[in-house]
């Protein structure tokens, strides 16, 4: 049935609420960024809920020399991991580090957890901090939310 909708290019009721949705998000950035009084006027003080760290190897350092630390720092990884510390981790596309989503109350917060991990006692990796929390343009709709049907 859904195919056949398809085929007579009958857009189901679900999908326009999404386009809806993500067209609302889209404006509510876009005016969050051109005006951002406006938003901060509406949308609630940014909250931290996690940390990204982006790792990346330092120029000039070997493979052999990071390969040589990589055992300890995995097992390392796996018990920050284990503790709750780490909530996901990724390998870069490039090959050249990871990327972690951690659970920590700021940059600060963040990078002591990374000073203590073998290769940042090495000093053998570059660390890229970015805090992240909810959506901030989503504070835009509850302000005025859609009238009810």
């Known amino acids: 049935m859904r195919a056949a909708a398809a085929r007579a290019g009958i857009v189901p009721p679900r999908a326009i609420r999404n386009i809806a949705l993500a067209l609302t998000l889209t404006v509510a950035a876009a005016a969050s960024v051109a005006n951002p009084s406006l938003a901060q006027e509406h949308a609630p003080s940014p909250v931290t809920t996690g940390v990204m760290v982006i790792l990346t190897v330092k120029a000039g ?70 805090a992240v929390g909810p959506l901030s343009p989503l504070g835009l709709l509850m302000a005025n939310p859609a009238p009810q049907r």
């Open 61 to 130: 350092v070997i493979r052999e020399r990071v390969m040589a630390i990589m055992p300890a720092e995995i097992r390392a990884t796996v018990q920050l991991y284990l503790g709750g510390k780490i909530r996901e981790w990724y390998s870069r596309a490039d090959g050249r580090g990871v990327v972690f989503l951690l659970a920590a109350k700021d940059a600060a917060e963040a990078q002591t957890f990374m000073e203590d991990l073998p290769l940042g006692k090495a000093n053998l990796m570059d660390h890229e901090y970015i």
